[in-house]
């Protein structure tokens, strides 16, 4: 630890997590969607939400590919940075959480560690993890960015699922088979759990 990091202190603040969250009638959680590029991660992110807007409660969506064009922007995609990029978001989504909201977050993030990692920056029952699971042959029959065909070439390195593992979920507390199932039936496995869980 440096010097200059001696001199920092936590403040703290006279507002807690729990009176946001009576605030906003729900308890806030992090849902943090985990699958292979393709999966349809941000899709089914994006179809909670607007469930979620519905029944009046109070979200935000943080988006892999968006993050990195803002607070991740000058990350690459080598292990280290990759890391790093979990490790931001993760601290990120749980300011959220603590503002009272839920979060939802979108990324491949394909080592159980890295997830583990945010896990452990949570409270017990405020990190749920949601595997989409779809084959690697539809995620990349729908390629919706062009980019399996580009790591097939050799033009993409250590692409996930091509020639970087993905490390499926052991114990997900939402497990969504995202193979010929209509989006709207697959985030209604979500709100059912966060109702059935009384987040909402």
């Not at 033009?155 to 010929?180: Q, R, V």
């Amino acid at each position: 630890m440096t010097k200059a990091n001696n001199n920092i202190v936590w403040h703290g603040h006279h507002i807690t997590q729990a009176e946001r969250a009576n605030q906003k009638q729900q308890k806030p959680c992090i849902l943090w969607f985990t699958g292979l590029s393709g999966s349809g991660k941000s899709t089914i992110a994006n179809a909670v939400e607007q469930k979620l807007f519905q029944l009046n409660r109070h979200t935000y969506l943080l988006d892999g590919d968006n993050v990195r064009h803002g607070l991740n922007k000058g990350l690459g995609f080598s292990e280290q940075d990759r890391i790093e990029n979990i490790r931001r978001v993760g601290e990120v989504a749980k300011l959220f959480s603590d503002a009272g909201l839920i979060v939802l977050t979108a990324f491949i993030s394909p080592f159980q560690k890295d997830r583990d990692m945010v896990r452990q920056l949570t409270k017990p029952g405020e990190f749920i993890e949601i595997f989409i699971d779809t084959p690697l042959s539809v995620c990349e029959q729908r390629d919706p960015k062009g980019l399996y065909k580009k790591a097939r070439a050799g033009e993409i390195k250590d692409f996930t699922g091509i020639d970087s593992p993905y490390e499926a979920p052991k114990s997900p507390e939402i497990h969504i088979a995202n193979n010929d199932i209509e989006i709207d039936k697959a985030a209604q496995q979500v709100i059912d759990y966060l109702q059935q869980h009384q987040y909402i």
